[in-house]
């Protein structure tokens, strides 16, 4: 599957919670900033690597810097600030 449709599967809070990954936040500051819980964040980045097929948090800010050049390509991910 292409990286970009990938990036698809990710639902708008995942994408938040990449975003500040990508910002270099921590899980726990993530946590705060959104006020859930850790676990809740754990959770959530735990389903965005899997979904972009990636073992490791590094791995998946790389893909979404990627996607974000390529954002202007994606059709069903428009909803994603550019
Ligand atoms: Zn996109």
Known sequence: ???????????PRERTILTHLQNG???TEIA???YVGLATVRTQIQSILMKL????QLAAVAVANRHDQEHWRCRNC?????
């Open 1 to 11: 599957m292409r990286m970009l449709n990938r990036f698809e599967l990710l639902t």
């Open 25 to 27: 936040l921590t899980a």
């Open 78 to 82: 428009q909803e994603v600030a550019s």
């Open 32 to 34: 705060q900033g959104e």
């Open 53 to 56: 097929g990636v073992n490791n």
